[in-house]
């Protein structure tokens, strides 16, 4: 291919760049790379390795620690109190469940292709580069944001924990408007502090999260002790309030379900785990066990959380603001809470910033932004230009602005993201560019997303009653039509060498279904904030990164080390791993 100059070197050339725009989309938009390129030419460009010092029990650590933050204090109480009563613990199930299987489409993409870019990596070799920079720059900007918003709530937290108000710890500025002008540089602090800690090592990380990981799980595993030793069994199927609903389900199986779609974001943070794919030493068997093990353990972690609460107080006279602190009652047990909330905290921002930095990273190997973000430190082998950048520019958010977000940590984005990886893993199975049609497995995937927005749409506003029962589940059995035509008509075009999603294609349908209803469940704001992030993402790409892509593209792609350069395709390498 032709070589060509950078469409930035002068305004005159960039101008050109521009006029070029239309026909530049049309070829890199869609562009797809391989795995083969993924970990070889891609990879190349960030210079140094990253360093493969993680094992299962490291991804377990990270798994743990990303999941249970200081989110699960109050949304437990919030879910008990407004939808599914004692039955929260079958909401937490099913949302265990949920997550379970979102976490069984990226572990199949983690293992086949265990590169630092997550989510990003695996929607860029399915449904192309504008895909992926869509849903990975969303993701990204919700991580700072929300990580933002979790390094304040830290400052609460350790108020609590040592009986000195919030307010104490930050001073106002009188010239800021409001929602601006709460200065915390306790949090400011704490995500500096945590960005020197990732930039200087990832196996370092991992040993402060495993300390930090285990206490808190001893706070947690206090309050469930202290509140099934407590509590009473009546609390169970008897209200406070004899006017009330009574009953396990108090609110019906509707409200088990309404439930489990608030707890499940409670879940999210494993998919930060997949990002350190390319720093584990045996991807083949740590990553499932990662995965999955820290998904299952989280599971019953909050599933003996909601029993103990259930336990201790009636539903209806639960705090849905301080759930466990007003159970609880005493002054020292909701110091104890506030400590194990704060160190949730920590290990949750410790995880995030680690994910985040990893998918900038990649994003950068792409060139749809500047390659500086690409670039791994020789020294500590960690991408220390993206953490650098992400963690000031959190910092910077944290220190002035008061985001609202505590429950929808990296809600919405995250939410598509998992969508979209469901709808990869089984393009992905189905599809092989050259070999196989698309349009079978398009057909598919399009319409039943299709059932899966109608089915949460009548979830959500149909009134109760029997009409609406009859047509959610005429829709349900449409969905589940959809996915045995395909199954029976479309046959796999690819074989997992390692690992695989079981039960394709039911397992990634079911994941597809349930974000879809996840995502129906968030309120407008969410989506307010997704459109914004779209939005700029789309300029972003437009005016910037389809042009570098566009370069790098006409400059050749190549593996460069140690002053060599190699062109080798997939077939003439002598490593399984790489193979497609």
């Given at each position: 291919m032709e070589s060509h100059g950078s469409s930035f070197s002068s305004p005159r050339t960039y101008l050109r760049a521009l006029a070029e725009t239309p026909a530049r989309l049309a070829r890199r938009a869609v562009s797809v790379s391989t795995s083969y390129e993924e970990m070889s030419a891609v990879r190349a460009r960030s210079g140094s390795d990253m360093e493969k010092s993680l094992g299962w029990l490291d991804l377990v650590g990270f798994g743990v620690g990303g999941m249970v933050g200081a989110g699960v204090f109050v949304t437990t109480g919030r879910a008990s109190r407004l939808y599914a009563g004692p039955s929260v613990v079958l909401s937490y199930a099913i949302a265990g469940l949920c997550a379970l299987l979102s976490a069984f489409c990226y572990t199949e993409f983690a293992v086949d292709m265990p590169v630092a870019g997550g989510a990003f990596s695996y929607l860029r070799v399915t449904f192309g580069e504008f895909a992926a920079f869509l849903t990975g720059a969303n993701l990204v900007m919700d991580y700072v944001m929300s990580n933002a918003a979790v390094a304040r709530g830290f400052t609460a937290y350790l108020g609590t924990a040592i009986g000195v108000p919030a307010a104490k710890w930050r001073f106002t500025v009188a010239g800021l408007p409001n929602g601006f002008n709460e200065i915390d540089v306790v949090a400011v602090l704490v995500v500096l502090a945590i960005t020197l800690i990732i930039c200087y090592s990832t196996r370092e990380s991992s040993v402060v999260?495993?300390?930090?990981?285990?206490?808190?799980?001893?706070?947690?595993?206090?309050?469930?002790?202290?509140?099934?030793?407590?509590?009473?069994?009546?609390?169970?199927?008897?209200?406070?309030?004899?006017?009330?609903?009574?009953?396990?389900?108090?609110?019906?199986?509707?409200?088990?379900?309404?439930?489990?779609?608030?707890?499940?974001?409670?879940?999210?943070?494993?998919?930060?785990?997949?990002?350190?794919?390319?720093?584990?030493?045996?991807?083949?068997?740590?990553?499932?066990?990662?995965?999955?093990?820290?998904?299952?353990?989280?599971?019953?972690?909050?599933?003996?959380?909601?029993?103990?609460?259930?336990?201790?107080?009636?539903?209806?006279?639960?705090?849905?603001?301080?759930?466990?602190?007003?159970?609880?009652?005493?002054?020292?047990?909701?110091?104890?809470?506030?400590?194990?909330?704060?160190?949730?905290?920590?290990?949750?921002?410790l995880v995030a910033m680690l994910g985040q930095a990893r998918y900038m990273c990649v994003i950068g190997r792409s060139s749809v932004v500047p390659a500086w973000f690409a670039r791994v430190h020789p020294k500590t082998s960690t991408p220390v230009n993206s953490s650098a950048f992400l963690g000031i520019l959190t910092a910077?958010?944290?220190?002035?602005?008061?985001?609202?977000?505590?429950?929808?940590?990296?809600?919405?984005?995250?939410?598509?993201?998992?969508?979209?990886?469901?709808n990869a893993v089984i393009f992905r199975r189905y599809v092989v560019v050259g070999r196989t049609k698309p349009w079978p497995t398009i057909s598919f995937l399009c319409p039943f997303s299709l059932t899966a927005i109608m089915f949460s749409v009548i979830w959500q506003i149909a009134p109760q009653g029997r009409a609406k029962a009859l047509m959610l589940c005429v829709t349900a059995v449409i969905a589940a039509s959809i996915v045995q035509i395909f199954h029976?008509?479309?046959?796999?075009?690819?074989?997992?060498?390692?690992?695989?999603?079981p039960l394709m294609?039911?397992?990634?349908?079911?994941?597809?279904?349930?974000?879809?209803?996840?995502?129906?469940?968030?309120?407008?704001?969410?989506?307010?904030?997704?459109?914004?992030?779209?939005?700029?993402?789309?300029?972003?790409?437009?005016?910037?990164?389809?042009?570098?892509?566009?370069?790098?593209?006409?400059?050749?792609?190549?593996?460069?080390?140690?002053?060599?350069?190699?062109?080798?395709?997939?077939?003439?390498?002598?490593?399984?791993?790489?193979?497609?």
């Open positions: 999260n495993m300390v930090l990981t285990a206490l808190h799980i001893i706070f947690i595993l206090f309050v469930i002790v202290v509140g099934l030793c407590k509590g009473d069994w009546n609390n169970f199927t008897e209200p406070g309030d004899p006017t009330h609903p009574s009953g396990f389900f108090p609110y019906g199986v509707s409200g088990v379900f309404n439930g489990a779609s608030m707890v499940y974001l409670s879940y999210i943070g494993y998919d930060a785990v997949s990002t350190m794919a390319e720093e584990v030493r045996n991807p083949v068997k740590d990553i499932p066990i990662g995965v999955s093990g820290s998904v299952l353990i989280v599971t019953v972690l909050y599933c003996l959380m909601a029993a103990s609460m259930s336990k201790l107080i009636p539903y209806d006279m639960i705090d849905p603001e301080a759930p466990f602190s007003a159970a609880f009652g005493g002054k020292w047990e909701s110091r104890v809470i506030g400590v194990g909330a704060a160190l949730g905290i920590l290990t949750s921002l910077a958010i944290s220190l002035f602005t008061d985001l609202n977000v505590l429950l929808n940590l990296v809600s919405i984005g995250t939410l598509f993201v998992f969508y979209m990886v469901a029976c008509m479309v046959k796999q075009a690819r074989k997992p060498e390692f690992w695989g999603v294609p039911w397992m990634p349908s079911v994941s597809i279904f349930l974000n879809i209803f996840l995502l129906g469940s968030l309120d407008r704001p969410s989506y307010v904030r997704f459109g914004y992030f779209s939005g700029f993402a789309v300029l972003v790409y437009v005016f910037y990164g389809v042009h570098a892509s566009f370069d790098a593209q006409g400059n050749g792609s190549f593996t460069q080390k140690n002053g060599e350069i190699h062109i080798e395709s997939a077939e003439e390498s002598n490593d399984p791993g790489l193979k497609v």
